[in-house]
C-alpha cells in the first residue's frame, strides 16, 4: 500500500565534521555499509521499492552508490570478493532512485515538501538514514505499514526519552487507543523541558498522506526559523488524526558520535556472526 520512501538528505551533518565537509553523513559507515543503506534495506523490508531522495549541494556519492560502477565489477568479476556486493547489486536489481535537490536548507518541512514532486498524490514513508534501527523481527517501516493500513492517516514513530534530551526531538502527547498506539493531540519541536507535552520523542520515520504536502505549503517558519514537520502534522491532527507508534526495536541516533559508536559496536558484532 506504500509505494515511496521519502529520504532527506540535504543537511549539513555539524555534528559530524569534519568528516561532513566533503562526505554526506549519510555516507558514513556502520562496520561495511553506508547508513543510507540500512535505510533502503528497511524500506525495502516493508514492501517499498521506490526510493525518492531530497539531495543537495555535495551528495553525490550517494547517487554513485545506488548505481552499478561497472570498473569495480568488472574487476572483481569471478573473484572471491565479488559477494561483497550481493546485497547492493539486489537493492539495484528491485528499486527505482529518483533525486531532488533542495537548494536551501530551510528545514526537515521545506525537505519534505522539496520531494513532492517524486511522491505525488499517494501515502509516502519518511525515513531519516541517520537514525538506524534495529530490530529482531518486523522492521520499523513495516510495523508502521501495517498500522497504517488499518487506520489510513498519518503515523509517527516515537519512544521514550529522558527528559533533559527532549529539546533534541519533536514531542508529542494523546490519548492510548490500543497496545503502542496513541492519537496525537499536541506536538512541539525541540521544547524544553518546562513545556515538553510528554517524554515521548518523535524519531526519523513517518508515514504521511499526501495532504501534508498543502499543509506544508501554508506552514510559517516555527522553530529555530525551520518549516518544521513536526507544525504541519499538528495541522493535520486538529483537522484529522495523527497516530504516534511505540515502535518495537532500537534505535541508535547515528547523527551523533556517540550513537554512531554504539551502532557501530552492536552491528560490528551481527557483521562477525
Ligand atoms: C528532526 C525532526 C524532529 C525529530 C528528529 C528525529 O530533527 O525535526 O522532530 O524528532 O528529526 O530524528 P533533527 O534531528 O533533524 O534536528
Redesign the pocket.
Known amino acids: 500500500m506504500i509505494k515511496k520512501c521519502l529520504f532527506?538528505a540535504a543537511?549539513y551533518g555539524t555534528r559530524f565534521l569534519p568528516f561532513t565537509k566533503a562526505m554526506p553523513k549519510e555516507m558514513l559507515p556502520i562496520v561495511n555499509k553506508p547508513l543510507m543503506q540500512y535505510g533502503v534495506e528497511e524500506a525495502m523490508s516493508a514492501g517499498i521499492y521506490n526510493m525518492a531522495i531530497v539531495t543537495g549541494r555535495g551528495k553525490r556519492a550517494i547517487e554513485d552508490h545506488f548505481d552499478i560502477s561497472y570498473e569495480l565489477e568488472h574487476q572483481i568479476k569471478g573473484t572471491d570478493k565479488e559477494i561483497y556486493l550481493n546485497d547492493i547489486r539486489k537493492i539495484l536489481n528491485t528499486c527505482s532512485f529518483s533525486y531532488t535537490r533542495q537548494i536551501e536548507m530551510k528545514?526537515?518541512?521545506h525537505a519534505i515538501l522539496t520531494g513532492e514532486n517524486l511522491i505525488g498524490n499517494e501515502p509516502f514513508a519518511v525515513l531519516?538514514s541517520?537514525?538506524l534501527c534495529d530490530n529482531n523481527g518486523d522492521s520499523v517501516l513495516k510495523q508502521m505499514c501495517k498500522i497504517y493500513e488499518k487506520y489510513r492517516c498519518s503515523i509517527?514513530a516515537v519512544e521514550e526519552v529522558e527528559i533533559n534530551e527532549v529539546s533534541?526531538?519533536?514531542?508529542i502527547s494523546g490519548k492510548k487507543i490500543d497496545n503502542n498506539i496513541i492519537v496525537v493531540d499536541n506536538m512541539m519541536?525541540?521544547p524544553n523541558k518546562e513545556e515538553a507535552p510528554s517524554n515521548l520523542?518523535?524519531?526519523?520515520r513517518y508515514i504521511l498522506t499526501p495532504d501534508i504536502f498543502q499543509i506544508l505549503k501554508n506552514t510559517k517558519p516555527g522553530?529555530n526559523g525551520?518549516i518544521?514537520?513536526?507544525d504541519a502534522l499538528l495541522e493535520q491532527c486538529k483537522n484529522g488524526m495523527v497516530l504516534a507508534y511505540k515502535f518495537n526495536g532500537t534505535r541508535y541516533?547515528c547523527?551523533s558520535v556517540d550513537g554512531f559508536i554504539k551502532a557501530t559496536n552492536v552491528f560490528y558484532q551481527k557483521y562477525k556472526g
Open positions: 532527506p543537511g528545514g526537515l518541512g531519516l541517520d537514525d509517527v533534541k526531538y519533536g514531542v519541536e525541540k520523542a518523535v524519531i526519523g522553530k525551520e518544521q514537520i513536526t541516533d547523527g
